[in-house]
């Protein structure tokens, strides 16, 4: 008899467990599953046959980030990623910005964007870019109390190609959309 009412109280919590009442975008579930941060994000790109000049007000490339419809930028100091120097043609280069905060990678993360102020032009400033990825790092949280944990992943892998992106007077930005 006792292992019957045991075996019936068994069988009641495991249903009360595995029958989710909302679902799993839902409050209750969403509170259980571990929340992913971006706390750095590493750019590397490769120049393609137009070098990047650098060291001008309009010979570098920032970064930017779209955060809830609004861009902001990545480095505080508003330096490029190539911090004023000059990406020789078919050279790669490589810069992680760490953030002023963690940023949870949920829908509010929308986009990056690599932006320019060249003026173009046969004598102006242009520049190939034909290879880009665009990584992070950061950690997880379990609100279970599983402490943190270190997570890297990618928001973009560009394949190379004549010109991924040819950065002129006519185009200054280069958008990747994040996807969750």
Not at 33 to 58: K, M, Q
Not at 122 to 134: E, K, P, Q
Not at 150 to 165: K, V
């Amino acid at each position: 008899m006792a292992i019957a009412k045991y075996l019936a109280t068994l069988s009641f919590v495991a249903a009360a467990i595995f029958q989710p009442t909302q679902s799993l975008a839902g409050p209750v579930h969403a509170e259980m599953f571990d929340v992913p941060y971006v706390c750095s994000i590493t750019f590397t790109i490769r120049s393609g046959r137009d070098g990047l000049r650098g060291g001008e007000y309009d010979g570098d490339v920032y970064a930017n980030i779209e955060i809830a419809d609004h861009w902001y930028p990545l480095s505080r100091d508003r330096t490029g990623l190539n911090v004023g120097a000059r990406w020789a043609a078919w050279s790669t280069h490589s810069r992680t910005v760490v953030m002023p905060e963690c940023l949870a990678l949920d829908d509010r993360l929308q986009a990056i964007r690599l932006h320019t102020r060249f003026a173009g032009g046969v004598f102006g400033n242009n520049w190939d870019m034909i290879a880009l990825t665009i990584g992070w790092s950061g950690h997880m949280t379990s609100k279970r109390g599983g402490g943190l944990r270190t997570i890297t992943g990618y928001f973009y892998r560009g394949a190379r190609g004549p010109a991924l992106c040819r950065f002129s007077g006519e185009r200054h930005d280069f958008d990747v959309a994040i996807t969750h």
